[in-house]
């Protein structure tokens, strides 16, 4: 049983890695500025369908799409960016009907070109066994947990020691005294939207590389990533890590020791409970009054 659980808690922390990584893009954008993106699922959804793509028409490793899912993805974040700064009016509130529509337009495109068929890697490399003493996962699974280590380190360290990182904390913090800084938000927004975009293009192939995709599964990924942007706490970073395998555990606990059916249950339940006794999630910061 103790191996069981072992086991359980090491696939719940590979899938947290997974997690932090769809998430990370979501959460750079909705602390710049405040919007929440709806479409970002189906972002990661169409870099994992490029994978797809690049695995069976070349007949290359998943990890060569990574280069066309960043240029096709990120082209695809700002077109969305310049979509919501058209938005005058009412932006946090409009700006999740825009989004919204355009992941119905991605996912719709997405069933278009590569049909509704249920799609994996046959990649024997990605799928070949992991073994750390008694636990198991695929070689892919712990490729791309440390991809994502190194991947939110770096947006760590771009946010607190680059100048564009300090504009986009600048502009979250206060649109206005930015300006009077001589920082451009639009540009700056611009700039999240963009490394949202890699983070999106990075997760969508390693989705692939793991697990399987349908064109329905970008919805779901938007969930589970604003559940770990909530629960690591607005402006948070490594809070997403933490978040991320938090829910990871979870789920994969909840999987072993009860049913699979309540997987989606046990992670919203986790949802609940952080924000009934910590509204400003794990490690998001208490406004100060006075």
């Known amino acids: 049983m103790s191996e069981l659980i072992m086991q359980a808690v090491y696939s719940g922390l590979l899938q947290g890695g997974s997690y932090a990584l769809i998430a990370l893009g979501l959460a750079l954008v909705f602390g710049a500025m405040k919007i929440i993106n709806l479409a970002h699922g189906e972002l990661v959804l169409l870099a994992a369908y490029i994978a797809y793509t690049v695995e069976t028409k070349f007949g290359a490793n998943p990890l060569a799409a990574i280069p066309v899912a960043v240029v096709i993805v990120t082209l695809t974040s700002a077109v969305i960016y310049f979509l919501v700064g058209r938005i005058k009016t009412n932006r946090e509130i409009n700006s999740l009907t825009l989004t919204y529509g355009v992941g119905v337009i991605l996912t719709n495109l997405v069933l278009l070109i590569w049909s509704a068929d249920v799609r994996a890697t046959s990649s024997p490399w990605m799928q070949e066994a992991f073994v750390l003493g008694p636990l198991y996962s695929m070689r892919s699974e712990v490729l791309f947990f440390g991809v994502s280590v190194v991947l939110i ?3 760590w360290w771009w946010l607190s020691r680059s100048w564009y990182g300090r504009a986009v ?3 979250s913090s206060n649109r206005d005294a930015a300006k009077l800084m001589g920082i451009n938000p639009g540009l700056t927004e611009l700039v999240s939207f963009i490394v949202a975009g890699i983070m999106a293009a990075f997760a969508g192939v390693a989705l692939f590389s793991y697990g399987v995709v349908t064109p329905a599964f970008g919805g779901v990924l938007t969930v589970k990533a604003f559940i770990i942007t909530v629960l690591a706490g607005i402006g948070s970073i490594p809070g997403v890590l933490i978040g991320a395998v938090l829910l990871g555990v979870v789920e994969a606990l909840t ?30 910061a208490t406004r100060r009054r006075g």
């Open 255 to 284: 999987v072993t020791l009860a049913s699979s059916a309540l997987q989606e249950l046990a992670g919203m339940g986790l949802f609940l409970l952080v924000l009934f006794i910590m509204p400003n999630g794990l490690f998001g």
């Open 153 to 155: 380190g770096g947006i």
């Open 169 to 171: 904390r600048a502009v």
